[in-house]
T-cell receptor
Framework: AQKITQTQPGMFVQEKEAVTLDCTYD???????LFWYKQPSSGEMIFLIY??????QNATEGRYSLNFQKARKSANLVISASQLGDSAMYFC??????????????FGKGTKLTVNP | DAGITQSPRHKVTETGTPVTLRCHQT?????MYWYRQDPGHGLRLIHY???????DKGEVSDGYSVSRSKTEDFLLTLESATSSQTSVYFC????????????FGPGTRLTVL
């Protein structure tokens, strides 16, 4: 069974608008972490944001925020005020296990975001 | 930027030949990982290391072996390359701190003819 599901293969947004990229996950482990990475056309993987399963507040990093709904097992990425440079592939990933244990990440298949001028 | 390099960056080889990819880090991070990225699959973990000479299998380890004799180097070997191993290979490192983010290398594009 897929552990990370990104249902949007592609998304389009107008410059300066906000966009939400969906991610749902499946785990029975009470301790886990959720990540979002950005991969521009140049190919490098860039860490954006992290949410721990015990974190009380939704994570935010500049224009990025994570809409964490634990009961629904969703961890959607919200990008505010989109910029042309935000056009890229975005990957959601999950780490299971307690800190110091498994450090493996499982990635979703990604969402390609295109920001239109 | 985290100091991670991968070599070679591009390689074309023939089926049946051995191939070794190298990942080198200057961050002294404990954990190192090898992923492959294929269209429609995202990134999939091949092997990872949690210390010198300590390695474990990931999701798609068949046909691959790894070695880590020094903290800074993590080698991925394809003993006998096959066309199904044509992919982009990423190395990543993490310190296992509170945020646990992984820092990725620039990737190696491998083509097996």
């Amino acid at each position: 069974a897929q552990k990370i599901t990104q249902t949007q293969p592609g998304m389009f947004v107008q410059e300066k608008e906000a966009v939400t990229l969906d991610c749902t996950y499946d785990t029975s482990d009470p301790s886990y972490g959720l990540f979002w990475y950005k991969q521009p056309s140049s190919g490098e993987m860039i860490f954006l944001i992290y949410q721990g399963s015990y974190d009380q507040q939704n994570a935010t990093e500049g224009r990025y925020s994570l809409n964490f709904q634990k009961a629904r097992k969703s961890a959607n990425l919200v990008i505010s005020a989109s910029q042309l440079g935000d056009s890229a592939m975005y990957f959601c990933a999950m780490r299971e296990g307690t800190q110091g244990g498994s450090e493996k990440l499982v990635f979703g298949k990604g969402t390609k975001l295109t920001v239109n001028p | 930027d985290a100091g991670i390099t991968q070599s070679p960056r591009h390689k074309v080889t023939e089926t049946g030949t051995p191939v070794t990819l190298r990942c080198h880090q200057t961050e002294n991070h404990r954990y190192m990982y090898w992923y492959r990225q294929d269209p429609g699959h995202g990134l999939r973990l091949i092997h990872y290391s949690y210390g010198v000479k300590d390695t474990d299998k990931g999701e798609v380890s068949d046909g691959y072996s790894v070695s880590r004799s020094k903290t800074e180097d993590f080698l991925l070997t394809l003993e006998s390359a096959t066309s199904s191993q044509t992919s982009v290979y990423f190395c990543a490192i993490s310190e296992s701190g509170p945020n646990d983010e992984q820092f990725f290398g620039p990737g190696t594009r491998l083509t097996v003819l």
